[in-house]
């Protein structure tokens, strides 16, 4: 019975270390998207400023 503790117990922490690093691997991804989205947004408003600042 114990070995089967044991067994359940370990897969269970595999599953629950596999979520984890999925889920890092998700925050990293959607971290550089916002950052991009960032750049583009800020190089955006530059643009319109200046356009406007030309009128």
């Known amino acids: 019975m114990s070995a089967v503790v044991c067994v359940g117990t370990l897969i269970g922490a595999s599953i629950c270390v596999a979520l ?26 530059v643009a319109q400023a200046s356009a406007e600042v030309r009128r």
């Open 20 to 45: 984890g690093v999925v889920r890092i691997g998700s925050w990293a991804i959607d971290r550089r998207e916002e950052q991009g989205t960032k750049a583009i947004r800020d190089a955006a408003f």
